[in-house]
Structures are given as structure tokens and as C-alpha cells.
């Protein structure tokens, strides 16, 4: 039962890798790093709807999906702004959901934690 969730846990390092090369893309703070994010964004997702989640996080799966929907919406809509307005958009939709990620991501930790220990 222990190997479900060990598999849960890496399959999610390996995506939340893939978050934080999106992050440094935005961070980078030019036009093209931005846009450089969308197809990344759609695989992250894809990604995260792929995975099973154990029963014991799976609202917390479902947020995260919803979470990175929602991270892709704002950094989508940055990219059809005006040049002058994509980076500050894009930087400030990546503000906003990233913590809402790690708050997801620190629950579903906490939850498996235990589980993995026995």
C-alpha cells in the first residue's frame, strides 16, 4: 500500500520540477519566456490529470488540477494583453497561484506523511 503513495508522491516531484521551470520562465520577465510557458502549462496539467491520486488527497488533486486551470487562465489571458503588459500580468497571476499550490501540495505532504512512514 506504501508503494501507491510513494508513486503519487513522485510522480508530483516530477511535475512540481516542471512548475518551477515554468516560475523561472516567467521570472526571467521577457515576452518570449512567457510565452514560452504555454505549452509547458498544458503538459503540467495533463500531467496532473493523469495521475491517480491515493483516495486520502483526492480533493486536494482536484484543487491542484483546478489551481494550475487557473494559473494557465491568467498567464493565457497575459499573453493576449498589450507587449507592454504580458510580463507584469503573467508574474502576477504566477504570485497568485503559486502559493495556492504550495499550500495544496503541503496538505497533501502532510496527509501522506504518515501513511508512508508505516
Not at 16 to 30: F, H, K, P, R, T
Request: hydrophobic residues 40%; neutral net charge; without cysteine.
Amino acid at each position: 500500500m506504501t508503494n501507491k503513495y510513494l508513486k503519487y508522491a513522485e510522480r508530483l516531484h516530477s511535475i512540481g520540477d516542471l512548475i518551477v521551470e515554468i516560475s523561472n520562465l516567467i521570472q526571467i520577465g521577457s515576452i518570449e519566456s512567457v510565452r514560452a510557458t504555454e505549452e509547458k502549462f498544458d503538459y503540467a496539467i495533463a500531467s496532473v490529470k493523469d495521475v491517480k491520486p491515493p483516495e486520502e488527497v483526492n480533493k486536494e488533486h482536484n484543487e491542484l488540477v483546478n489551481a494550475l486551470r487557473m494559473w494557465n487562465l491568467g498567464n493565457k489571458q497575459a499573453n493576449g494583453m498589450k507587449s507592454e503588459h504580458i510580463v507584469i500580468n503573467a508574474q502576477a497571476a504566477m504570485l497568485k497561484y503559486q502559493s495556492v499550490i504550495e499550500g495544496i501540495t503541503d496538505r497533501i505532504v502532510q496527509k501522506l506523511k504518515p501513511l508512508v512512514q508505516n
